[in-house]
């Protein structure tokens, strides 16, 4: 039990350094980037405090490179994930009764070895096999989860701190117990950080995890496993492992040990997940946690008193940056006809100006997309909107996949509202826009509104005051996180706690005091110092 009422470090936004040209942090990161690149990494599971290589392996292929090999990870079977189901249930009899400060010790450790001798690493991890700039890669795997780390202890030690009043000759209390079972993380590709931070949050509040990397991202998750394991988290807290993903969740949903999932993914597998688990709700010793940050289909509306340029590089950064596989991109813009011409002049001037390629060259503003999968996808609807009759395409279009993924940063001009890219998701570099009538502000916004299931993040853009606060209110259900005069990317731990409803998920803010709430179960002991020692109430003299 702690002997002091411990204050953490004051958690602060990690800076974003500038990889400046003749930086030596530059260097550094491209060095690490050309060491890791001409050698191969060899990725086990991690079960308890065993290293399982199983034989059965898959590589791992720069998008930029797919014929390049960096590396192999081994899938493992059913009888492996009941292994980590089992090494996480024993790790728990210990590190659920660790005390707080200890368990916070630990993550801050991590944060500091990300912020130190792991940052160039963990970046061209990034870089390497998730096609990231050294700039998205920095504000990702660096700081985002340096942020996440350490504001997690300031919200842990928060939330610990809540208690409840007591009445004259009463001491109540609240303990906040981790959930009884095992948490199950499933992480996403696109970002480094959620990848590190749904396994951890869970595991920071005394929960013990089993956590199932995207096949797309197991080059920088292996390194997050290193510096867990520097940072001295002990075996079998957090379990990770490869295979069918099919099977490994059918095995740890069915588990009468199952607490709960954090989850980042598509809508259609957390929807199957969630499916899933109310089929087997029967089994559980306890109600499972659901939560989940799903899809979105991302917006950008400007009034027409925006101003064209301001617009402009919302659309470039906000569309493209990282190829437009940011949960937040924006996919989708409503300008109005009167500064139509100059934010298309702009925009696309822009676009023309962007260079692809590897990450390895940091002129480089854009890279390939993550797989073939995602590829054929884009050049499908890219091809449609090429044969549309009301649709068409002011700027790139062009893909080739002879050396990486490679898709042209793309922007699609409909006449109609209702077209396909402007409700479905792509995951990609396209970016469809509706031009209105300047007169039709307000039902543009319904338009906006009701065009899409998602509801993850959105912005306007406006220098009249009246109608940011129309649109304000108007949207006020179709994004979690919502920009006034800004791009609708870039949330920062401890500032615009994220999340989204709707389609788009449970809206638990990762990077916020909320989430960590659903990896607690609160107990409350009330202690009475004189017991009654009479039945009777004055009432019945």
């Known amino acids: 039990m702690p002997k002091g009422i411990y204050n953490v470090p004051k958690a602060v936004n990690e800076p974003v350094r500038a990889y400046a040209p003749g930086s030596k942090e530059r260097q550094q990161v491209l060095d690490t980037f050309k060491e890791l690149y001409n050698t191969t990494v060899d990725v086990p599971m991690y079960i308890g405090n065993q290293e399982i290589r199983t034989g059965k392996t898959k590589t791992i292929n720069p998008p930029f490179d797919h014929k390049k090999v960096v590396g192999t990870y081994h899938e493992g079977e059913q009888q492996h994930i009941e292994q980590a189901i089992a090494a996480a249930l024993e790790a728990r009899k210990k590190w659920a009764n660790l005390s707080w400060e200890h368990r916070a010790a630990i993550f801050l450790k991590a944060a500091e070895l990300l912020a130190g001798p792991y940052r160039a690493k963990i970046n061209a991890a990034t870089m390497i096999a998730q096609a990231k700039t050294i700039h998205q890669a920095e504000i990702d795997s660096a700081c985002e989860f340096i942020d996440f780390l350490r504001f997690n202890v300031e919200f842990m030690t928060q939330i610990y701190a809540e208690q409840p009043i007591s009445s004259e000759g009463i001491w109540n209390r609240l303990e906040y117990r981790p959930l009884e079972g095992f948490v199950y993380a499933i992480t996403p590709f696109n970002f480094t950080a959620i990848s590190g931070n749904l396994p951890a949050a869970p595991a920071l509040m005394g929960n013990v995890v089993v956590w199932k990397p995207s096949a797309s991202q197991v080059y920088s998750a292996q390194v997050i496993m290193e510096v867990f394991q520097k940072a001295g988290l002990p075996a079998g807290v957090i379990n990770m492992v490869h ?57 950008v509306v400007a009034h027409p008193s925006s101003i064209p340029a301001e617009v402009a590089t919302a659309l470039s950064r906000g569309a493209f940056e990282y190829q437009g596989q940011k949960c937040s ?119 906006v509104d009701g065009t899409s299931a998602y509801a993850l993040t959105g912005a306007i853009f406006s220098q ?59 107990r409350t002991i009330k202690e009475t110092f004189v017991p009654p020692t009479d039945y009777r109430y004055p009432f019945l003299g």
């Open 243 to 299: 295979g069918d993903p099919v099977m490994i969740s059918d095995t740890l949903i069915g588990s009468p040990d199952f607490a709960g999932v954090h989850f980042t993914g598509s809508t259609s597998i957390f929807n199957g997940i969630w499916g899933k688990i109310g089929q087997n709700i029967n089994k559980y010793k306890t109600y499972p946690r659901i939560v989940g940050e799903t899809g979105g289909k991302d917006f």
């Open 464 to 522: 009249d005051r009246y109608a940011v606060e129309e649109a304000t209110k108007a949207l006020e259900n179709a994004a979690g996180n919502f920009y006034i005069n800004d791009k609708p990317t870039g949330a920062v731990v401890g500032q615009q706690p994220f999340g989204g409803a709707r389609a788009s998920g449970t809206n638990d803010k990762a990077g916020s005091v909320l989430n960590l709430y659903r990896w607690v179960s609160p």
């Open 329 to 447: 991109a924006a996919s989708r813009a409503y300008i109005p006809q009167s500064i139509w011409p100059e934010v298309k002049e702009l925009l696309v001037k822009d676009i023309e100006s962007f260079k692809m390629g590897s990450p390895e060259d940091t002129a480089n503003f854009v890279s390939a997309v993550i797989h073939e999968g995602s590829f054929d996808k884009l050049a499908k609807y890219i091809d449609a909107a090429k044969a549309a009759t009301d649709a068409e395409i002011v700027a790139g279009g062009g893909y080739d996949k002879s050396v990486g993924w490679f898709i042209e940063p793309t922007v699609i001009v409909t006449t109609n509202p209702n077209y396909e890219t402007l409700s479905t998701e792509l995951f990609g570099p396209v970016l469809t826009i509706y031009v209105y009538e300047d007169a039709k502000w307000a039902e543009t916004l319904k338009l």
